[in-house]
């Protein structure tokens, strides 16, 4: 891959704007354990390999187990997941594949489990690390090795 821009160095006002949306999701009622579920599946959808290493390390940090970090991309074929969990991983995945839309069903089960105010920032939370991953990617950010 051809070196690429870095967007903190190239526009430190847009990097920071995103680290200000970081701190309101840092606020919210969803657990540090489930903020780094939904960003680990999303960069798994998106392919972000950056984010995924970051993500799946922050997770492990946060009490996560390796057994439900290597089953997340399979989640509703295991037992591994609670309710609220699968309200939140249907989501983020609905949310991260949006041209697909978010079905009724998959918006109502999160309604009814989570209630609206975690629903939404479940969205949020979605949104900014879809924002991170296309950033990563375009750039292309790689991990440490």
């Not at 950056?50 to 799946?56: A, E």
């Not at 074929?77 to 699968?86: K, S």
């Amino acid at each position: 891959m051809s070196n690429r821009i870095n967007m903190n160095k190239v526009d430190p006002a847009a990097y920071k704007a995103m680290f200000e949306l970081e701190k309101y999701w840092k606020t919210t009622s969803i657990s540090p354990l489930h903020q780094e579920m939904i960003r680990t599946r999303a960069s798994q959808i998106n392919g972000c390999a950056y984010c995924i290493d970051m993500h799946t390390h922050d997770a492990r940090k946060a009490g996560e187990t390796e057994r439900r970090i290597y089953a997340l991309n399979a989640w509703r074929e295991t037992p591994f997941f609670t309710e609220e969990e699968r309200a939140i991983l249907a989501l983020t995945e609905a949310v991260t594949l949006i041209t697909k839309g978010v079905p009724d069903d998959v918006y109502e089960y999160a309604v009814n489990v989570l209630g609206e105010q975690m629903t939404a920032q479940v969205i949020m939370g979605t949104a900014i690390i879809n924002a991170w991953n296309r950033i990563g990617i375009s750039t292309g950010m790689q991990p440490a090795l």
